[in-house]
């Protein structure tokens, strides 16, 4: 299986910086990369296919970026509404496999 | 609008059967190249993709719950479902059901908003 790392597993941020999470892949998967941001008790929402593809309805805030094994998900400004937990997720070969979280909480 | 509805026991006795529906609403299951996902999360912990059921009947399970695993599929109701059989205590989780989209490894666009399961005597 395809292990996805996430750094930093938590992250503690401020209204209006500039959040930077990275996933790396055991392997190379090309572009087949999701991100999602999960809030508590709640299911997780797609933001971002294909390593940077933003969904519809997901504020520019959001991008992706990174190709082979390195990731990164950049919020531009961080807004209250965006205080949650974030994964990647692999879909280069089955089983796809997700990455541990990072949890982006107020400093 | 597509909606997803996960619906069974909250509470499994360690060695019996799992079994969780998902309703969907606002799609058919049954067309659109989708593929009808299981996936569950450990308490405090990351995801696990359980398995899909493609809208041919096609199924695909992940390899560490394969021997335990059935996902099958209910056209006329719109529903899908997961048989888990012979439960552990590490089968409690948060089981969510989700629609991967038309791409035969994939990705999930919509969930439904999870059910606990705890596996307890």
């Known amino acids: 299986d395809i292990q996805m790392t996430q750094s930093p597993s938590t992250l503690s941020a401020s209204v209006g910086d500039r959040v930077i999470i990275t996933c790396r892949a055991s392997q190379s998967i090309s572009t087949w990369l999701a991100w999602y941001q999960q809030k508590p008790g709640k299911a997780p929402k797609l933001l971002i296919s294909?390593?940077?593809t933003l969904e519809s309805g997901v504020p520019s805030r959001f991008s992706g970026s990174g190709s082979g094994t390195e990731f990164t998900l950049t919020i531009s400004s961080l807004l209250p509404d965006d205080f949650a937990t974030y994964f990647c997720q692999h879909y280069n070969n089955y089983p796809v496999t997700f990455g541990g979280g990072t949890k982006v909480d107020l400093k | 609008q597509v909606q997803l509805q996960e619906s069974g026991p909250g509470l499994v006795r360690p060695s019996q059967t799992l079994s969780l529906t998902c309703t969907v609403s606002?799609?058919?299951?049954?067309?659109?190249?989708?593929?009808w996902s299981w996936i569950r999360q450990h308490p405090g912990r990351g995801l696990e993709w359980i398995g899909y059921i493609h809208d041919s009947g096609s199924t695909h399970y992940n390899p560490s719950l394969k021997s335990r695993l059935t996902i099958s599929q209910d056209t006329p109701n719109n529903q899908f479902s997961l048989k888990l059989i012979s439960v552990i205590a590490a089968d409690t989780a948060v089981y969510y059901c989700?629609?991967?989209?038309?791409?035969?490894?994939?990705?999930?666009?919509?969930w439904g908003q999870g059910t606990q399961v705890a596996v307890s005597s």
């Open positions: 606002g799609v058919s299951i049954s067309s659109g190249g989708y593929y």
């Open positions: 989700a629609r991967g989209r038309s791409k035969v490894v994939t990705h999930f666009d919509y």
């Open positions: 294909e390593a940077s």
